[in-house]
């Protein structure tokens, strides 16, 4: 075979399909493969005079592939990623990359790395973030893996990237599962977004808006410092209308969701590293609770809650959740980068939050204008503790606390769960409380299990325990 295609992709889902066109838009050749043949030429005879290359067998598809070979897989991922790293090995060459663009675990990218580095070949595990439309005109690309492999498919990605202000959204994120790891989180604090917006839809909802009303809200709100994606997106879904009862889509959708488990990763990581990401849980065991469809049907009509009463008028309820969410929001990317920073000291990846917040601003799902503010923040304070310590957060943060308050108050008074919303809060007021009750948290664990505890007029690191009263009975 004499075809020398620049690029190959393996997997034509949907995601597939239009990395694909826009790596061939680009101006680059490709050649694809698919595990069912008949999606390959369907796909290659669907777009006409591009320079696409639809292979029938692996050995057409790898021999049709320029050296070095640049690989990528998108399918399932899991056990269908080794199964095709097998059939791959014995087609490619001492140099040649293969890249895992799907949501990998982490640690299934180090392993990954650490084999097939064993058979001389390079490992890039690539978040990549923005759906199908931003497969097609641009994503969030979170490459990690050798330094030497990004420097050959540096161009492909930064071209295929979306740009905002003229540079792209794709870095080098580091080594080994670095890029797996990064999109892991992205993923998390994207489940922490989600629900602080459902959240504010149900308050809206309780006091009596309409969802073309709502959709208002959420329209304006994206013009200001709310601007994201995310909260673009949910104008639009309110706004839709089912042409069959001309009733909202949104109020004929069952409230049962669904995940993939990369929220779940990143609580187990969290855990792990003894970093607090309680906002991006309460999202994930919102999403648990909202499963258990029958049981809460069933516990509705035993369980006893309040009379809903949402005090504020209208517009005044709009603009105090147009705060709560905003500071809420804050506090989850906090989290979020927080633990990508412990993470990074421990693995010793040399993560460049700042960066990584730059590339968030394009292509992603949870893109939005205050990304800006984080990338100024991490560029301003590379070692900066705490988001929230920014002066430019620290001033949104005082400016909404109030509000913020009276929302959690108002849910709670009303009966209305918003977990995300009281679990930012909680995180923050942790954060600020110079004192808290661990004090008698540290005498009790020394009650049971003589685990000693520090002094307040003693120097840290000297430790103590009290010979405490005997328990009887």
Not at 69 to 76: E, Q, S, T
Not at 189 to 203: N, S, V
Request: glycine share 10%; charged share 20%.
């Amino acid at each position: 075979m004499t075809v020398q295609n620049d690029f190959g992709l393996i997997g034509l889902g949907v995601m597939g399909q239009n990395l694909v066109l826009n790596v061939e838009g680009r101006g680059f050749s490709v050649s694809v493969f698919n595990r069912t043949d008949a999606v390959t030429r369907e796909f290659v005879a669907a777009h006409p005079g591009k320079r696409l290359l639809g292979a029938a067998s692996l050995d057409e598809f790898v021999a049709s592939l320029s050296r070095p070979r640049k690989v990528m897989l998108m399918v399932k991922a899991g056990a269908a990623v080794d199964a095709v790293i097998e059939q791959l090995l014995p087609q490619l060459e001492a140099g040649d990359i293969i890249i895992d663009g799907g949501n990998s675990l982490y640690a299934d990218t180090e392993r990954r790395d650490t084999w097939l580095t064993a058979h001389g070949l390079r490992f890039i595990g690539a978040g990549v973030s923005g759906g199908e439309e931003g497969a097609r005109k641009g994503p969030s690309i979170m490459p990690g893996g050798p330094a030497s492999a990004w420097a050959v498919i540096r161009p492909i990605f930064e071209a295929i990237a979306a740009r905002v202000n003229g540079q792209p959204c794709a870095i080098h994120i580091g080594p080994g599962g670095a890029g797996h790891y990064v999109k892991m989180v992205h993923n998390g604090i994207e489940y922490g977004d989600m629900q602080l917006i459902c959240e504010a839809y149900a308050m809206l909802r309780l006091a009596g808006f309409s969802t073309d009303e709502m959709a208002d809200i959420f329209e304006d709100w994206n013009e200001g410092e709310l601007q994201s994606y995310l909260i673009l997106i949910t104008a639009k879904v309110l706004r839709q209308r089912d042409p069959e009862t001309g009733q909202p889509v949104v109020d004929l959708i069952l409230d049962k969701a669904g995940q993939k488990g990369t929220g779940q990763w990143t609580l187990i990581s969290a855990a792990e590293n003894a970093v607090v990401v309680s906002t991006i849980n309460a999202a994930v065991e919102a999403r648990v609770l909202s499963s258990m469809k029958a049981a809460r049907v069933a516990a509705s009509t035993r369980l006893q809650g309040p009379t809903p009463m949402l005090g504020p008028h209208r517009a005044e309820l709009a603009r105090l959740l147009h705060d709560a969410l905003y500071a809420a929001k804050v506090v989850s990317y906090t989290q979020g980068l927080d633990l990508m920073r412990t993470m990074s000291e421990k693995k010793i990846w040399a993560l460049n939050l700042g960066s990584i917040a730059s590339i968030w601003r394009g292509g992603c799902i949870i893109r939005a204008r205050f990304l800006d503010r984080i990338t100024e923040a991490y560029r301003a304070d590379p070692g900066l503790p705490n988001l929230m310590l920014a002066p430019f957060f620290e001033g949104v943060l005082n400016r909404s606390q109030q509000a913020w308050r009276d929302v959690v108050a108002m849910a709670v008074a009303s009966g209305v769960p918003v977990p995300a919303l009281s679990a930012s809060l909680a995180y923050y007021d942790s954060y600020r409380c110079a004192r808290l009750p661990a004090n008698l948290l540290q005498a009790q664990r020394d009650f049971f299990g003589a685990h000693t505890y520090e002094r307040v007029d003693r120097p840290a690191g000297q430790w103590f325990h009290t010979v405490w009263p005997e328990v009887i009975g």
